[in-house]
């Protein structure tokens, strides 16, 4: 079936560090692939999104290419703030299922 | 204004009671759908609905029912609440054009406490 693996947080990083947070994933089909956020008390926003192979997402800073052959959708950031402190999730759908896959989420805390 | 809402935004209740969560969009999604957060468990799907004739259960439904009373509105009802079933809960829409990747659109979330 389809699924979706992230590393576990939290991740802790001083202000204007690099960040990774790693993302793998299992799917028939060809998947598109999200990044979600989720700022405290917050519902989930979109951060980005690739929809095929070897497409890079970009938004805020934040990028993720999408490898095929790796199965993976590794975010990446270069210089953190204190205000990307937040959950992220990464998730993925396909085709025939219309339905969202999440991972479990990665909390990011980021001190100045 | 927001695109997706969902009232109440918090609500304490007790065992047995009847419980009603609502969500309306103004985005003119066909699809909405309702998850739940746990503390290390992401977001797992309870229901979710791509017309108003059309309603399907997600991976964890037992103790929940739905009811999409028009395009705009999904509500997720608790017939007997329990304990374990506190939690923050979701919803979301997505657009049926061809294109749109199940791209989903969340609310602010209800943050529901079961005494």
């Known amino acids: 079936g389809n699924s979706v693996t992230q590393m576990e947080g939290p991740v802790t990083l001083s202000e204007e560090a690099f960040l990774t947070i790693n993302c793998t994933y299992t799917a028939t089909g060809y998947p598109s692939l999200f990044w979600y956020v989720q700022y405290p008390g917050e519902g989930l926003q979109l951060l980005l999104k690739?929809?095929?192979?070897?497409d890079k997402g970009s938004n805020k800073g934040f990028e993720a290419t999408y490898r095929k052959e790796t199965t993976s959708f590794h975010l990446e950031k270069g210089s953190v703030q204190v205000s990307d402190s937040a959950v992220y999730f990464c998730?993925?759908?396909?085709?025939?299922?219309?339905?969202?896959?999440f991972g479990t989420g990665t909390r990011l805390q980021v001190f100045p | 204004d927001a695109d997706v809402t969902q009232t109440p935004r918090n609500r304490i209740t007790k065992t047995g009671k009847r419980i009603m969560l609502e969500c309306s969009q103004t985005k003119g999604h066909d699809r909405m759908y309702w998850y739940r957060q746990d503390p290390g468990l992401g977001l797992r799907l309870i229901y979710y609905?791509?017309?108003?004739?059309?309603?399907n259960k997600g991976e964890i439904s037992d103790g929940y029912s739905v009811s999409r009373q028009a395009q705009a509105k999904f509500s997720l009802s608790l017939e007997s609440a329990i304990p374990n079933q506190t939690a923050l809960y979701f919803c979301?829409?997505?657009?049926?054009?061809?294109?749109?990747?199940?791209?989903?659109?969340f609310g602010p979330g209800t943050r529901l406490t079961v005494l």
């Open positions: 979301a829409t997505s657009d049926l054009q061809p294109g749109a990747h199940n791209e989903q659109f």
């Open positions: 609905s791509f017309d108003v004739k059309d309603i």
């Open positions: 690739a929809t095929k192979a070897d």
């Open positions: 998730a993925l759908s396909t085709y025939n299922t219309d339905k969202l896959i």
